[in-house]
T-cell receptor, first 111, second 114 residues
Framework: DQQVKQNSPSLSVQEGRISILNCDYTNSMFDYFLWYKKYPAEGPTFLISISSIKDKNEDGRFTVFLNKSAKHLSLHIVPSQPGDSAVYFC??????????FGKGTLLTVNP | EPEVTQTPSHQVTQMGQEVILRCVPI?????FYWYRQILGQKVEFLVS????????KSEIFDDQFSVERPDGSNFTLKIRSTKLEDSAMYFC????????????FGPGTRLTVT
């Protein structure tokens, strides 16, 4: 049951460039989509979200885009910084009031 | 800034033993959750808890699992008879109410069953 899928287990980018993390979902009833960031030995921390009725949400260096027809969302980080190196989880929230996570993508930003 | 705390950070136990994982949610939060992440896998929902009872549980949360809020601050997950496949990172989370999608996670307890 993979309702939320992150097909890239890892991504490596140069400092200052754009990082694009992708996520696909299958359940069209999700109300919100969230990105969580996780450092080793820490729990996931909320980064940014988007409502299912929006197509873009921006917060500083982080922008999330939602394409409902394609059931696809992406997180853009620009410019990428070495401190952004972490695992990024895509998650979805719906009427069952629980988060459904993807497997995560390990982002490495090289100085 | 308030945070969710979990103890212990790492628990090693033998197969068949009981373990209790402890969490202290953020004090004004009303909904509590347990998730787990098996190494290399996704974070999976186990159970949600509100007003001293389970709101929802996943198919993973079988009779071997139970949750409790024994006092006003702690929230525990008990595994009665651990199996090797219970080895995972267990995360506690909380939020203010069930309509708030942002959940706050603790640092996790790594459970190793040998």
């Amino acid at each position: 049951d993979q309702q939320v899928k992150q097909n890239s287990p890892s991504l490596s980018v140069q400092e200052g460039r754009i990082s694009i993390l992708n996520c696909d979902y299958t359940n069209s009833m999700f109300d919100y989509f969230l990105w969580y960031k996780k450092y080793p030995a820490e729990g996931p921390t909320f980064l940014i979200s988007i409502s299912s009725i929006k197509d873009k949400n921006e917060d500083g260096r982080f922008t999330v885009f939602l394409n409902k027809s394609a059931k696809h969302l992406s997180l853009h980080i620009v410019p990428s910084q070495p401190g952004d190196s972490a695992v990024y989880f895509c998650a979805a929230w719906g009427s069952n009031y629980k988060l459904t996570f993807g497997k995560g993508t390990l982002l490495t930003v090289n100085p | 800034e308030p945070e969710v705390t979990q103890t212990p950070s790492h628990q090693v136990t033998q197969m068949g033993q009981e373990v209790i994982l402890r969490c202290v949610p953020i004090s004004n939060h009303l909904y509590f959750y347990w998730y787990r992440q098996i190494l290399g896998q996704k974070v999976e929902f186990l159970v949600s808890f509100y007003n001293n009872e389970i709101s929802e549980k996943s198919e993973i949360f079988d009779d071997q699992f139970s949750v409790e809020r024994p006092d006003g601050s702690n929230f525990t997950l008990k595994i009665r008879s651990t199996k090797l496949e219970d080895s995972a990172m267990y995360f506690c989370a909380s939020n203010r109410d069930r309509f708030t999608y942002e959940q706050y996670f603790g640092p996790g307890t790594r459970l190793t069953v040998t």
